[in-house]
């Protein structure tokens, strides 16, 4: 069973080709990133960032 911090909330394709190529591949690995890194990605929009925020949340997590 993979747990929802094993993989990548549901963002737009750009904003996740844009994580992978950048090395994060599950939201586990998104844990206490620098938004503003995240924000310079191409791909990456203010929308999927917020998602990216609300998921890490539901686990008691967050953004840098």
């Given amino acids: 069973m993979t ?3 094993d993989t990548l909330p ?3 394709a ?3 080709r844009a994580l992978h190529h950048a090395g994060y591949s599950t939201l586990r690995d998104l844990a206490g990133v620098s938004r503003a ?3 310079k990605l191409h791909g990456m929009g203010p929308k999927a960032l917020g ?3 609300n998921s890490l ?3 008691n997590l967050s953004l840098g």
């Fill in 3 to 5: 747990s929802a911090l």
């Fill in 10 to 12: 549901k963002i737009s």
């Fill in 14 to 16: 750009p904003a996740t």
């Fill in 37 to 39: 890194e995240l924000a």
């Fill in 51 to 53: 998602i990216i925020q």
């Fill in 57 to 59: 949340e539901e686990h």
